[in-house]
């Protein structure tokens, strides 16, 4: 039975070398830059994405849904004045003025809560899958893991970028405000229209709490995948997954060996994923001299590079970090 590296080495057209054997009894962090150096992980085939439509639909639908999502927080409009007028001017009609506003507004953020439930329920299944074990021969699998891999990085690179638009979008939180604010009352409103969108008010107290976070969504990604470590008892086997798929995008980084600049941009992508997910499932962090992943050669690797819109790679890092600032 082969490790989760062997997996993923059909995709390098390469094996370890004896050096890169011996150097597992180095330091860790001295390891990672040097072990798997033949290990080039390259996610921008097209038949990846097919590999994930054909196989994991739920993870695919995902992906689709995240994408409209996003798109819809791009475009998202904000009800300031309605709101500013019913706060200074409180009357029932201006109140009502300012929920008609809003509602659309809220139904969609309830919908973004709802995404990130979702991926609360597919990160263990994504992981549990990386983390099986399978014959070295099987290349299948091989391929199911390099769907798997770009399937977390494409959810993963969803998450970064709402996150990114949720805190440059104050009015999202003002809405939210204002819409719990006076929920009991809308709640009782004769108007249809406003009575029907009004959302469950155990749902809206939760929403408010997710909304709190700066990073709700990749924060969801966390702990779903740091509760199925825990839960499984495959913390070990999770980090190894992890600092596996992190030494071959690096490798791949490092050595300017992506085939193509999409491979490239995924590569950052499960970088910094792997590097987020190992610091706050690793009860010692990634900062550790005892980590698996080199935090400080990755951050030199993706220095600079454009993540989300104009937020570069080790930004993200230090925003999402436990550990590492």
Not at 12 to 22: D, I, M, V, Y
Not at 224 to 243: D, G, H, P, Y
Request: include cysteine; aromatic fraction near 8%; hydrophobic fraction near 35%.
């Amino acid at each position: 039975m082969g490790s989760f590296f062997s997996m993923l080495r059909g995709s390098s057209g390469g094996h370890s070398t004896g050096a890169a054997r011996n150097s597992r009894d180095a330091e860790p962090t001295a390891r990672f830059s040097k072990q798997f150096t033949d290990f080039i992980l390259n996610l921008g085939d097209l038949r990846n994405i097919e590999y994930i439509q054909e196989n994991f639909p739920e993870g695919y639908n995902m992906l689709l849904t995240g994408h409209g999502l996003i798109q819809d927080i791009r475009d998202y409009q904000g009800g300031g004045e309605e709101i500013r007028v019913a706060i200074s001017q409180p009357t029932e009609e201006n109140e009502e003025a300012a929920w008609r506003k809003i509602c659309p507004s809220a139904a969609l953020l309830l919908k973004c809560f709802e995404y990130a439930q979702d991926i609360d329920r597919i990160i263990p299944t994504i992981l549990e899958e990386l983390c099986s074990q399978v014959s070295d021969q099987d290349l299948g699998k091989s391929d199911r893991n390099r769907g798997l891999a770009r399937l977390l990085a494409d959810l993963m690179q969803n998450a970064f970028t709402f996150d990114a638009l949720k805190a440059s979008i104050p009015a999202i939180q003002n809405d939210l405000s204002y819409y719990r604010r006076t929920h009991a009352r809308m709640a009782k409103s004769q108007d249809e229209n406003i009575a029907r969108n009004v959302i469950p008010q155990d749902v809206s107290n939760q929403m408010s709490l997710f909304y709190a976070y700066h990073n709700p969504m990749v924060k969801a990604v966390v702990d779903s995948a740091s509760q199925f470590a825990k839960s499984s008892r495959t913390e070990a086997l999770v980090l190894n997954s992890l600092s596996t798929l992190a030494a071959g995008s690096f490798n791949t980084l490092k050595q300017s060996k992506a085939d193509s600049p999409e491979s490239e941009q995924l590569c950052v992508f499960v970088l910094v994923t792997c590097c987020v997910l190992y610091d706050w499932i690793s009860p010692e962090g990634i900062s550790n001299p005892q980590s698996t992943i080199d935090i400080k050669a990755v951050v030199d690797t993706v220095s600079g590079r454009k993540l989300v819109d104009t937020t570069t790679a080790d930004s993200m890092l230090r925003s999402n970090c436990r550990t590492y600032r």
